[in-house]
């Protein structure tokens, strides 16, 4: 097996390890998003040292620039980007169903038009399995039916069923080897349909299993649900990966339901914007009130951010519109969740992950309303 | 003196040594652009890795935003932007000419708006050494008047005799200490307003001397004769630096003339637009004939980014937007230039700087045409 449980909080809250041939991920672990092979603005080096071990790729950006079969000729996704860890690549299929042109969905795949340059493009499970192989990730994902928030039960069922069907399809052109293929539960926030699509999947025996389409307008409350109900209906001994989700608020109600794996944008994007997480909650770094500040941005971080520059510096930087600031920002940021799940994973082995999650979600208890 | 003489090779070109609190440069030196107070996309440590040693920050920028007091109470601009190493300021007289909408020359200063918020502004002599001042760098610059390119010879024998003077007020009111302060040079493309300002502004004693309005349109030729007019005129025990210039061409042309200081935003800028300079020549990485290759940029460079990642990568990051891409692009660039500086300066060591010029001019024969 590659993955191994080795611990369980009394909260619910696993501590894990997924050996692959590029290297150990301990779990419960964040994956920073490098939709284009990189993560924006970082070299793999500096995503690292942010405490990251396992990166994402998504196969929709990179089937349609530069494309799969020349990554494969410069030898696989790790050699071209320089991120020689664990790579997840995704199926293509949340970003066909978000930010694909005329899209139409037949049983046999999805048709649609590149956001790029317009062209035409038919993806099936056969097509997205085909595409990561030669990308060459070590875990892929089966390609899924993303529908939108909110929708109706029916339609919800529906893309259920095809998402399962489509998963068998996958597993059954899957070659193995060293790349892990997990299955992805959806059933929007209906308990019924996500336990029909957990106990569905469970039977197809998947190296993991992800939980997809929430983290798209629902309220926590309903992710929650989602989450009680579906993640007890999966093999205890497989990983569990939530897809695109979240803040750190997020994570730390997530991790005592069982989830291993996360990946989200929202570090990389909002170090784009000026939004910073930090150890006493959100700040923005554009605000007028930092422009003499000589203090670091979170004074109990250690990333080169906050060990080299001011605030007064890294708000001046983003303000003049300079590449360095948004740099300095995401490596922050990303620093920040990286920490955030070490800290997670210490928490599980000492058996105190509930007193953890109430001291962090105490200290940024304002973080919502100051950014 | 701060500066040492270290040796002239048989061709002119001049081996220096300046000695600032803040540690040695060695000449001949190119100084990449820190407008704002960053080389854009890079962090001190990067610059310093690419075999820089001293950077030039723009007045003009820097007191409009973020102000030179705000950077005076956050402890000079070697503190706010973390480069430790030596600082050239410039004295904003360029910015002012060239970017400023509005400005109106006195006799006293210039009269001109800000083109971040259109705001009124005068800078005189006087204030443009207090705010250097305020600022803290190592050698600052006075104000001078810097007309287009053609001018008649009125006009410039107008601008460079109110520059001389510009240059009295401002020694008047240097206060020393560690900052060092050199002249300028103007007088167009006319050998004789040349000649007149190195023999004024020599008399005035500063502790190094810059030439000034030059790259600005005229031919390779025109500024050729400006510099064999100019700097023999120049007392030869001091430090002369050529304002803005150049190609890597220009730069080895210059330096057998007496230069030892040198700035341009060329390395940086290019490495923006994709322009990537190499031992064989110019290359622009958008080309499609990079698409698959998987080669270095340049296989003779020793940078980070030659030895991580491929054409084809570089390419893709560029075309994709990707700002991972002008940040790999600007460091090789920058290398190229730290380093050609390095091969100048040990060729003059060994008196062997005519048939090293010959040689790289050799190689980069091409470079014009492939870029």
């Known amino acids: 097996m590659a993955f191994a449980l080795l611990a369980v909080d009394p909260s619910g809250a696993r501590r894990g390890r997924l050996r692959t041939s590029r290297g150990t991920v301990e779990t419960p672990t964040f994956m920073p998003c490098a939709s284009a092979g990189a993560v924006k603005g970082l070299s793999p080096h500096e995503v690292r040292g942010a405490g990251i071990e396992m990166i994402l790729c998504n196969t929709y950006h990179l089937y349609l620039r530069p ?30 169903f978000s930010m694909a042109p005329l899209r139409t969905v037949t049983e046999d795949a999805v048709l649609f038009r590149s956001h790029v340059d317009g062209s035409r493009h038919v993806l099936s499970p056969e097509k997205a399995i085909a595409i990561q192989q030669a990308l060459g990730a070590d875990i892929i994902m089966p390609l899924d039916e993303c529908p939108p928030y909110p929708i109706a039960f029916e339609e919800a069922r529906d893309a259920l069923e095809r998402t399962v069907r489509w998963a068998e399809r996958s597993r059954d052109v899957h070659k193995g080897g060293d790349q892990l293929l997990f299955g992805i539960v959806q059933g929007g926030v209906f308990p019924d349909l996500r336990a029909r699509g ?119 930087l983003f303000v003049s519109g300079e590449i360095l600031g948004l740099r300095l920002n995401t490596l922050h940021n990303l620093h920040y969740y990286g920490h955030l799940m070490q800290a997670a994973r210490r928490a599980i082995e000492e058996g105190r992950y509930a007193a953890f999650q109430a001291e962090v979600q105490g200290r940024l208890a304002g973080e919502d309303s100051s950014a």
Not at 271 to 284: H, K
């Open 67 to 96: 494309g799969h079969d020349a990554i494969r000729a410069l030898g696989g996704l790790h050699a071209f980007t320089g991120w020689h860890g664990p790579i997840l690549t995704d199926s293509g299929g949340f970003q066909v």
């Open 198 to 316: 957990a106990r569905a999947l469970s039977r197809l025996e998947f190296s993991g299993y992800a939980v997809g389409g929430l983290s798209v307008g629902e309220s926590k409350g309903e992710m929650e649900a989602v989450l009680r109900t579906t993640l007890p209906l999966l093999p205890a001994d497989r990983p569990r990966y939530l897809m695109g989700v979240g803040t750190p608020d997020d994570l730390l109600r997530a991790i005592p339901l069982g989830v291993d794996f996360f990946d989200c944008v929202m570090p990389t994007r909002h170090g784009r914007t000026g939004t910073l997480f930090t150890s006493r909650g959100r700040l923005n770094i554009k605000g007028a009130r930092y422009a003499h500040d000589p203090a670091p941005l979170d004074p109990a971080c250690t990333c080169d951010t906050c060990r080299e520059y001011s605030r007064a510096y890294l708000r001046h």
